[in-house]
């Protein structure tokens, strides 16, 4: 009898333990559950913050820039280089040549030459642009200083001088004529006149210095005054 009470004792005290570990698990389970009404009552009251009015909304910064290469420079090209031309053929003395036009013209003695315009400056400046140590040259008041390069080449066989400028005009509209400068061309030349042999050339500067008002149109040379056949006209432009 008494045996049976102690086994009837450790059964209830098994079983005492047994309810206060499961009440235990109760409460320790409740404890770790979340409280799901406060978080739901949490976000109900944090959503119409977000969507009240006056309240900033987060939005994503611009875009930054990206870098872009700066435009390429401009590479500077050196343009083409126009074909050379060259001058007309000599023409027998006759007519009115273009401006480089070339002419056949014989002396008096048998000389033969080829006589060229190089150029024509009109107006001329007062300084020398081939020659910075050639003297400085002023026309008149009220005048223009005209210049002309002729080219010489002796296509003969006798040597002749080269001073061709010595019979040379300027021609108006008109037909008046006007002489070159004897002082002005002697002082624009870069030498004084020598004797040009047979096969060799040469060049002369003629200046002018005429009325700033005058028309000129052409130039004119000559080999001996008076004689159509050794005087050639040239176009002043």
């Known amino acids: 009898m008494a045996g049976e009470l102690s086994w009837r004792r450790v059964g209830l005290a098994v079983a005492g333990v047994v309810a206060a570990a499961g009440a235990v698990a109760v409460v320790a389970t409740h404890i770790d559950q979340p409280d799901v009404d406060s978080q739901v009552r949490a976000v109900t009251t944090y959503v119409p913050l977000l969507t009240a009015p006056g309240v900033p909304l987060w939005t ?104 061709l400028e010595k019979y040379t005009w300027l021609v108006d509209r008109a037909g008046r004529t006007y002489p070159h400068d004897i002082l002005m061309t002697r002082a624009r030349q870069l030498h004084v006149a020598s004797r040009l042999d047979p096969e060799s050339w040469n060049g002369r ?33």
């Open 60 to 163: 994503p910064p611009p875009a930054t820039d990206l870098w872009t290469p700066p435009p390429a420079t401009a590479v500077w090209t050196t343009p083409p280089t126009p074909p050379t031309t060259s001058p007309p053929a000599a023409v027998p003395v006759g007519g009115v040549l273009p401006p480089d036009g070339s002419v056949r013209m014989r002396g008096d003695s048998g000389e033969e030459m080829t006589v060229r315009v190089v150029r024509i400056a009109n107006p001329a400046p007062p300084r020398d642009p081939d020659n910075p140590n050639a003297p400085t040259i002023e026309p008149e008041l009220g005048h223009r200083l005209v210049t002309v390069d002729i080219g010489i080449e002796n296509t003969g066989g006798v040597p002749f001088l080269d001073d």
């Open 205 to 237: 500067t003629i200046v002018f210095d005429v009325q700033g008002s005058v028309e000129l149109t052409r130039f004119r040379l000559s080999l001996h005054p008076n004689s159509a056949r050794q005087t050639q006209d040239w176009r002043l432009g």
